[in-house]
């Protein structure tokens, strides 16, 4: 039941793979291509201790030469530290131009391992294999890359694509739950700003969907990564429409900010995601019945819809105006018209956001 779409960006074009048995045909696939004489397979220490060997071995049975390189699980080696460690690694063992990188792992390795890729040695290619449902959904499809610095989360970063991203439903069986409820809520983000079928297609096969049911799953994932193509293959380099993207991330990104980043990133995203439901309606954009509906779906899914109580009020006002999307002093928001349709705007007034954050307290 393998499936694949591409994603058109002339030159540097390139496919999304999605089954359940993908990682099997990484190394007979990449070996078709002559992509590159030899693989670094850069992982954390707990993906690498699941998948590390598999891969490694996927490869050798193709006859291509690879290295596992690993660093420490967690958001805190999203950095240029890890980066130079990294490089240093990779020029000890005489990785040249002629070598290639593939991220083995969730969005922080996706986003590690493409940086390093765009700027060693001016840059070499490089693949996903993401194995988490956010990675595999969102982060892994599109060519972003970075890493955090004191001042933010991804100031420093690229636009890099992959050149193939290889996806392995069978890998979700060892996601930790709470990961893949925040992967869903990066899913449902697709359904309530783009696709109002997908939406209704999320709610009737939930059950399916939480038993990690392929026949559910990798249409899920298909339909996710078809969106996100579309819009990529529209707006690159997040000019206009790729903001749609971060529908629920503006107030999310302040969320868990705020958490001191306790809160996992698509826990932040829901409560984003109902906030500025609850914001389109108060601003006479949306219907109550629009952000009934999505504050529904996530909770169906077991995702919160409610900033916890010790939240610190006076720092999500801060951390909303300093997220990096911030442009010219000016907040943007993505708010829902319908389900399925979106607005980008700079023009709410802070009244308003302080008023829906006031509600949205649990
Ligand atoms: N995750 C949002 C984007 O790739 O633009």
């Not at 131009?97 to 593939?102: E, G, Q, T």
């Amino acid at each position: 039941m393998e499936q694949a779409i591409q994603v058109g960006l002339g030159e540097r074009s390139y496919p999304i793979i999605i089954g359940a048995e993908v990682m099997g045909r990484v190394g007979s696939d990449l070996r078709a291509r002559g992509l590159a004489k030899r693989y670094g397979i850069i992982s954390d220490d707990r993906v690498a201790g699941l998948y590390g060997d598999r891969l490694r071995q996927v490869f050798r049975q193709s006859g291509l030469a690879c290295d596992l390189i690993t660093f420490p699980q967690g958001e805190a080696s999203k950095n240029l530290r890890t980066i130079a460690a990294l490089a240093s690694t990779l020029a000890e063992r005489g990785f040249d131009r002629k070598d290639a990188l593939v991220a083995l792992g969730g969005g922080v390795t996706g986003d590690i391992t493409g940086f390093l890729a765009s700027v060693y040695m001016r840059g070499i290619p490089f693949v996903q294999v993401p194995t988490s449902l956010l990675a595999q959904v969102d982060s892994s499809v599109g060519g972003k890359t970075g890493v955090d610095i004191p001042q933010g989360k991804n100031l420093i970063g690229t636009f890099y694509q992959p050149r193939a991203v290889y996806i392995d439903s069978g890998v979700l069986q060892t996601l930790p739950r709470d990961e893949f409820l925040g992967g869903m809520a990066e899913v449902i983000k697709y359904g309530a700003s783009i696709d109002a079928d997908f939406f209704a297609w999320l709610a009737e096969n939930r059950d399916a969907i939480l038993a990690l049911d392929s026949s559910c799953i990798i249409p899920m994932i298909r339909r996710c990564c078809e969106m996100k193509a579309a819009v990529v293959e529209q707006d690159e380099r997040e000019g206009g429409l790729r903001r749609i993207l971060n529908f629920g991330h503006t107030i999310g990104h302040a969320v868990e900010a705020a958490s001191g980043y306790t809160l996992i990133h698509g826990f932040a995203v829901a409560i984003g995601m109902r906030a500025v439901a609850e914001l389109a309606v108060r601003c006479g954009v949306a219907g109550p019945e629009v952000a009934l509906a999505i504050k529904r779906l996530l909770e169906a899914y077991g995702l919160p819809t409610s900033i916890p109580d010790d939240f610190d009020r006076q720092s999500l006002r801060t951390y909303l105006q300093t997220d990096k999307k911030t442009v010219g002093g000016r907040v943007f928001f993505v708010l829902p018209e319908q389900l399925g349709r979106v607005r980008i705007t700079d023009q709410v007034a802070d009244v308003d956001v302080d008023a829906v954050l006031g509600n949205v307290f649990s």
